[in-house]
């Protein structure tokens, strides 16, 4: 498991990464590119991800409680299984199929 609790990656290039099972929570990922990421089973809880692009994103199991997913991008992202409890998803797109 990664651990990178409260870490800064605002408008980081993450495309791609492979971030099975990472430990971020509390982490600010404000506008990071994570297209294509493999974020499942990550702890996101409290993590600020307004205006990431997560299209494409793995985020099957992840734990989304209380994140600030406002305006971002969750154009085909897996969302199965995800706790988004609490989380802020305002002005997110692609989120058709999982509401």
């Known amino acids: 498991m990664s651990r990178f609790g ?25 506008e990071a590119s994570l297209s294509g990421a493999n974020l499942e089973k990550a702890d996101l ?12 994103a ?8 209380e994140a600030n997913l406002a305006g971002a991008n969750l154009e085909g992202a897996d969302l199965s299984g995800a706790n988004l409890r ?5 002005a997110a797109k692609g989120l058709g199929r999982w509401l």
């Open 45 to 56: 809880e409290g993590a600020d991800l307004r205006r990431a692009n997560l299209s494409g």
């Open 58 to 65: 793995d985020l099957a199991d992840a734990n989304l409680t």
């Open 6 to 30: 409260k870490v800064q990656f605002s408008g980081a290039n993450l495309r791609d990464a492979d971030l099975w099972f990472a430990y971020l929570k509390g982490a600010d990922l404000r």
């Open 86 to 90: 609490d989380a802020n998803l305002r």
